[in-house]
């Protein structure tokens, strides 16, 4: 026998039994995204690495640490991208979509970090982002909150999740922040742990974020980043969480909140749970008014976020809560193989006249097994022809999780039948 390949590591198959969750809770978000009237882009997943460097920043884990990189056969070297932000922001400037309209896009697919695998975190994830362009006010932050929120509620989620914002300010704030941060820290360097103190001197920031606690106890003294901040950027702040507070949406102001790409401006907001142990953030984003400009094109504000969606669908999952993981609707069975073509008429017929998934049995057998394959599929009925049915131009129709007797119907009175019991379900 020849040896089996592994999948690769922190990357994972998404076997039926997973998937229909993973497709119910995808596209019951982007339901939500459209509600809100966002447009679809649809974005490569190989870029020049440039653009994530530029983008994301040198000093950030994502670039520094985590990136999937290539060279092709004109020596380009690629990206696989780490996130979609930067590649949306490329796209917008590549077509100049700001000069006429204020685009508000979303995207969904795979992206690639070479992290340390474990439970809620993979070398490939799955995000669904949304980004809007155009719009410096802090109703458009609100918005971005408001769409997430009913995203979780939609799920039924909401009770399990946690909003966390923050403001980090300008550019400038930050960089004043930034200076005595390192001043503070500096002639303490010996109690950082070793991530903190290489940060020191690449991105002193997301010092903030360690979670060790020694590091932790340090910044407990350490100047805070609120006295730094403008007043443009406090009345932003505040700004957002009036929109919040009249829409009665609970949320935290979390000072250390600092998110870990370098390209945020002021607001910033983090949805965490406390139910998916050390990998608890499932969506996080923020405004990031100076990347634009920063890659090449016009000096314009945006914000945006993205969930990922591996993490909303083991939170759901973890909950509890419901994924019809089904084949199929209704089992198509035919006695004897004479009976086959008859079968697949009918399995049609019902394909054309009613919503549902049809499953036509193939490759043949006994009734009884193929009454087990029905009942493996999750279908809700098997449908059965024999001689008596091809006969009389009938089916039999069982309900396989119903204490029901099995009828006897023409084709018209079993479609009635089966959209009356979608409609009822
Ligand atoms: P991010 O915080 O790096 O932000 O990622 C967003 C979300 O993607 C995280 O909150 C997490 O749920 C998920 N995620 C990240 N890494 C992994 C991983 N290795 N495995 C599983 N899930 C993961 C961004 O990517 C920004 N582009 C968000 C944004 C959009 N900001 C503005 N617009």
Redesign the pocket.
Known sequence: MSEKTPVVRGLRDIYPGESERFDMVERSMIEIIRKYGYQEIRLPMLEAIDLFSRGLGEGTD?VEKEMYTLEDRDHDILALRP???ASCVRAVIDRNMTREGKPRLWYAGP?F?Y?RPQK????Q?Y?I?V?AFGLEGPDVDAELIFMGTDMWKFLGLESAVDLEINTIGSGDSRRGYSEALVEYLNPRKKELDADSKRRLTTNPMRILDSKNSSTQKLLESAPDLHDFIDSASRTHFEGVCEYLDREGVNFRVNPRLV???DYYTDTVF?WVTDKLGS?G??????R?DGLVERLGGPSVPA??????L??VVLLHETLGMNADDSAADVYVIAMESQHEAYARRLAQFLRRETPLRIRQHLGGGKVGVQMRQADRSGARWAVIVGDDEVAENRVALKWLREETEQESLGFEQLVTCLNRAVESH
């Open positions: 994502a996130e979609g932000t992206m970090r992290e809620g975190r993979y070398r994830f995000q982002g980004e998110r870990g790409l983090e990998q953030t499932i969506c996080a984003g923020g990031y914000a945006g976020f993205a969930a990922g591996d993490r």
